[in-house]
């Protein structure tokens, strides 16, 4: 009998499993309701009176052995299935998208005048933010002496007199010009920077959409047309648009375009001031000299272009006070923004 006893042990000892069905079959077989221990219970009457005490005993640990055996194989089959998971990681599945993050509102609505323009064949164009004095003033009809280099207080590269972080997206307009032929029919959307008190109206950087339009017979009413177009898109299709005569070195003539929006609702009101007209950007004729500048001959082409800045609409937009909230990049204000989804 305790020969019995003794092989059912050390097989419990010696037992390994690699998986959960052979774990259960381990269970049944030492701890189920039929289990092999049961059985040895029965021989007691077999055994010597005198060896009772001692087989009932060997019994027990048999018993107690079986039970421990099969937490440790329980435990180092949690394991091992762990380890398998790990090897059997999927770093391609995509990630719960449950954190967003959030486009800018400068992004919003560049990206919206962009599409917009896209959409009547304008193509992007983008140059560089430090810019030399030549392209972006001298180019632009706008000479050393000229007082209207006052109006854009420039940041100048240390040490030079020459090379400027641009103050314009004017500047995209001469070096596509010098380096295309018309026709030409491009939106350049970038930063620009002035060097301004900043406060809660202004600041140092800030971002413009240059258009330009170049070719053999492009007139005032084209200009007028396209800018109409955009306004419509922009704002609603019952905006109306209205010129003012105004004043830019690169157009001839030159114009500042309003939209109306009325002042029927509160917003619209508010934007304009109570006027119904919103004022939205600086456009005209290319002036003669521009194009010579740029080595296209004014005698053959014309052209209209026009500048828009960002930050006024993204404020009136979505109602922000205050333009330095659009270049702290707080998360808690970036969030309110439309999700990239
Ligand atoms: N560059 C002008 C500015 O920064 C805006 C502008 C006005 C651009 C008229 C133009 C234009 O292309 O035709 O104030």
Same mark, same amino acid.
């Given at each position: 009998?305790?020969?019995?006893?003794?092989? =059912?042990?050390?097989?419990?000892?010696?037992s390994?499993v690699? @998986?959960?069905d052979?774990?259960?079959?381990?269970r049944?077989?030492?701890?189920? @309701?039929?289990?092999?221990?049961?059985?040895?219970?029965?021989?007691?009457?077999?055994?010597?009176?005198s060896?009772r #005490?001692?087989?009932?005993?060997?019994?027990?640990e048999?018993?107690?052995?079986?039970?421990g055996?099969?937490?440790?194989?329980?435990?180092s =089959?949690d394991?091992?299935e762990q380890?398998?998971?790990?090897?059997?990681?999927d770093?391609? /599945?995509?990630v719960?998208?449950?954190h967003?993050?959030?486009?800018?509102?400068?992004?919003?609505?560049?990206?919206?005048? /962009?599409?917009?323009?896209?959409? /009547?064949?304008?193509?992007?164009a983008?140059?560089?933010?430090?810019?030399d004095?030549?392209?972006?003033f001298?180019?632009?009809?706008?000479?050393?002496?000229?007082?209207?280099?006052?109006?854009?207080?420039t940041?100048?590269l240390?040490?030079?007199?020459?090379?400027?972080?641009?103050?314009?997206?004017?500047?995209?307009?001469?070096?596509?010009?010098?380096?295309?032929?018309?026709?030409?029919?491009?939106i350049?959307?970038?930063?620009?920077?002035?060097?301004?008190?900043?406060?809660?109206?202004?600041h140092?950087?800030?971002h413009?959409?240059?258009?330009?339009?170049v070719?053999?017979?492009?007139?005032f009413?084209?200009?007028?047309?396209?800018l109409?177009y955009?306004a419509?898109?922009?704002?609603? #299709?019952?905006?109306?648009?209205? =010129?003012?005569?105004?004043?830019?070195p690169?157009?001839?003539?030159?114009?500042?375009?309003?939209v109306?929006?009325?002042?029927?609702?509160?917003?619209?009101y508010?934007l304009?001031k109570?006027t119904?007209?919103?004022?939205?950007?600086?456009?005209?004729?290319?002036?003669?000299?521009v194009?010579?500048?740029?080595?296209?001959d004014?005698?053959?082409?014309?052209?209209?272009a026009?500048?828009i800045?960002?930050?006024?609409s993204a404020m009136?937009?979505y109602?922000? @006070?205050?333009?330095r909230?659009?270049?702290?990049?707080?998360?808690?204000?970036l969030?309110q923004? @439309?999700?990239?989804?």
């Amino acid at each position: 009998m305790f020969d019995k006893v003794e092989i =059912l042990l050390s097989e419990i000892k010696q037992s390994e499993v690699g @998986s959960k069905d052979e774990l259960e079959a381990f269970r049944i077989k030492f701890l189920g @309701s039929k289990n092999i221990i049961k059985p040895l219970f029965a021989e007691m009457r077999n055994v010597e009176p005198s060896d009772r #005490k001692a087989y009932g005993q060997a019994l027990n640990e048999l018993k107690n052995a079986a039970e421990g055996r099969y937490n440790e194989l329980l435990d180092s =089959l949690d394991d091992q299935e762990q380890h398998t998971m790990a090897e059997g990681i999927d770093y391609t /599945i995509p990630v719960p998208m449950d954190h967003h993050g959030s486009r800018h509102p400068v992004s919003l609505v560049l990206n919206k005048m /962009i599409s917009i323009f896209q959409r /009547i064949g304008f193509v992007v164009a983008e140059e560089r933010e430090i810019e030399d004095d030549w392209h972006n003033f001298t180019a632009m009809n706008t000479p050393e002496d000229h007082p209207a280099r006052d109006m854009q207080d420039t940041f100048y590269l240390k040490g030079s007199t020459e090379m400027l972080l641009r103050t314009h997206t004017s500047s995209v307009q001469s070096r596509v010009m010098t380096k295309q032929k018309p026709p030409i029919r491009i939106i350049a959307p970038g930063r620009v920077y002035r060097n301004e008190t900043i406060s809660a109206r202004s600041h140092c950087q800030f971002h413009q959409v240059e258009g330009l339009y170049v070719d053999k017979g492009v007139s005032f009413a084209d200009m007028k047309d396209t800018l109409l177009y955009f306004a419509k898109e922009m704002y609603g #299709k019952d905006a109306k648009i209205r =010129l003012r005569p105004s004043y830019f070195p690169f157009t001839e003539p030159s114009a500042e375009m309003d939209v109306y929006l009325g002042t029927a609702d509160d917003t619209a009101y508010r934007l304009t001031k109570g006027t119904g007209w919103l004022e939205v950007l600086g456009c005209g004729m290319v002036d003669p000299n521009v194009l010579d500048s740029c080595g296209i001959d004014s005698e053959e082409y014309t052209g209209f272009a026009f500048g828009i800045g960002i930050e006024r609409s993204a404020m009136q937009n979505y109602n922000i @006070s205050d333009i330095r909230l659009l270049f702290e990049n707080d998360v808690r204000f970036l969030k309110q923004f @439309s999700p990239i989804l």
